[in-house]
């Protein structure tokens, strides 16, 4: 348990379909962080927030779109997806402070199917 | 452009002591060193980190070269728990910096 709490854990979903993934943690972090892992690839960053304020998108399709509406809480919501667009998406959080080094804390990720 | 290199795989007998190598030559003054872990279908998990000297926490212990351009990161006594994939990233800090995954060395502990 590392106080990053992703759901679902597995979703399934048709390309016309639009869901969220959700991201919680209460260890009082400013940071929040979506990855994707796609299979045999490494970890993709793909928006980062500070202080609930997106700091980085990493040319990341319209198709996914990020919400954060404090610091405890970050979404990334999904519509029409692409069956490549399958992969393993990791949240994370960190202290986000910048003026000292400090680990990042994962969440179990949600394994999302396009079907 | 990768700032780490790190082997692909290793193997590591149950018990001993597992040596994981990582080569950052283009390491700046102000870039630290981090070692992470994902155990298969699971999110990361961070280890370790460090600016220049050697480290040791409850789980590992990290051996900075002098010059900084290449670390060590040693589990001192490897379990069968210990088996994923190993990261070693080179990064300023991760307040509003990211950190940059790299493919990893795959460890196997070997009962």
């Known amino acids: 348990e590392t106080g990053v709490t992703q759901t679902p854990r597995h979703l399934v979903m048709g390309m016309t379909n639009k869901k969220s993934l959700k991201c919680e943690q209460h260890?009082?972090?400013?940071?929040m962080y979506w990855y994707k892992q796609s299979a045999k690839k490494p970890l993709e960053l793909m928006f980062v927030?500070?202080?609930?304020?997106?700091?980085e998108n990493n040319s990341v399709p319209s198709r996914f779109s990020p919400e954060c509406p404090n610091s405890s809480h970050l979404f990334l919501h999904l519509h029409t997806l692409q069956p490549e667009d399958s992969a393993l998406y990791l949240c994370?959080?960190?202290?986000?402070?910048?003026?000292?080094?400090?680990?990042?804390?994962f969440g179990q990720g949600t394994r999302l199917t396009v079907v | 452009d990768a700032k780490t290199t790190q082997p692909p795989s290793m193997d590591c007998a149950e018990g001993r002591a597992a040596n994981l190598p990582c080569n950052h030559s283009?390491?700046?003054?102000?870039?630290?060193v981090y070692w992470y872990r994902q155990i298969h279908s699971q999110g990361p998990q961070y280890i370790i980190h460090?600016?220049?000297n050697n480290e040791t926490n409850e789980m590992a212990s990290l051996i900075i070269t002098e010059d900084r351009k290449s670390s060590t990161l040693i589990l001192p006594h490897a379990t069968l728990r210990d088996t994923a994939v190993y990261y070693c990233?080179?990064?300023?800090?991760?307040?509003?910096?990211?950190?940059?995954f790299g493919t990893g060395t795959r460890l196997t502990i070997i009962p």
């Open positions: 994370a959080s960190s202290q986000g402070t910048g003026l000292e080094n400090t680990e990042a804390f």
């Open positions: 260890l009082g972090h400013n940071a």
């Open positions: 927030y500070s202080l609930e304020e997106r700091v």
């Open positions: 283009t390491i700046s003054g102000n870039e630290y």
């Open positions: 460090g600016l220049k």
């Open positions: 990233i080179v990064e300023t800090n991760f307040g509003n910096e990211k950190l940059t």
